[in-house]
């Protein structure tokens, strides 16, 4: 990917991460599993705090200042694809936000493992840092962990709750090659 794709795609998968992260406090609000809320509260932080601070280290070596990245708008599909996904949660139960948040989280440790068998790719001096972390094993963990909860959530649920959450699994895989899509496009308004 060109720099001032990888650039444009930077400043919305942070605007995205603000909202996704708001998933996981809903996660948390909506289980009365103790193990689950640790979990939940867990990813709130880890998206806060590693992967955003991912994100402010390579907007810096962007040029682009924390300034920016505030003040920055959401393309039309970064909030549509926010704007779904907090609808789903504030809306239905715990199963339809994991639903929502999972193919996010699938995606990118799919694409970081893919991404990473490029010889010299993780030492890439622009994308290997990103690489490496949703290549890692720690991210592949917790992407194993949330497809273990969506499946425990699943479990018994009837064929019409099941066609819903496949719905929404499938509604969020689309907006997630949409928003490849539109940052590799550099689509605003």
């Not at 995205?16 to 990813?43: H, N, P």
């Not at 099941?162 to 605003?188: C, G, H, P, V």
């Amino acid at each position: 990917m060109e720099p001032e794709k990888f650039r444009f795609y930077m400043v919305q998968d942070y605007l995205y991460l603000i909202d996704y992260a708001k998933l996981f406090a809903l996660c948390t609000v909506k289980t009365s599993r103790m193990d689950w809320m640790q979990k939940f509260a867990g990813l709130l932080h880890s998206t806060l705090h590693e992967e955003m601070a991912l994100h402010r280290t390579y907007a810096n070596r962007f040029g682009i200042r924390e300034e920016e990245l505030e003040a920055a708008q959401p393309s039309p599909i970064t909030l549509a694809y926010t704007n779904y996904m907090l609808h789903q949660a504030q809306n239905g139960t715990l199963a339809y936000v994991m639903a929502a948040l999972l193919p996010c989280m699938w995606s990118y440790w799919e694409i970081g493992k893919s991404l990473a068998t490029i010889p010299g790719a993780i030492d890439h001096h622009l994308y290997g840092e990103w690489i490496a972390m949703y290549s890692s094993e720690g991210f592949g963990d917790l992407a194993k962990s949330c497809i273990q909860m969506m499946d425990e959530l699943a479990a018994g649920l009837s064929a019409h709750e099941l066609a819903n959450l496949e719905s929404i699994f499938l509604n969020t895989t689309r907006f997630e090659y949409m928003f490849w899509d539109m940052a590799y496009q550099q689509k605003m308004w």
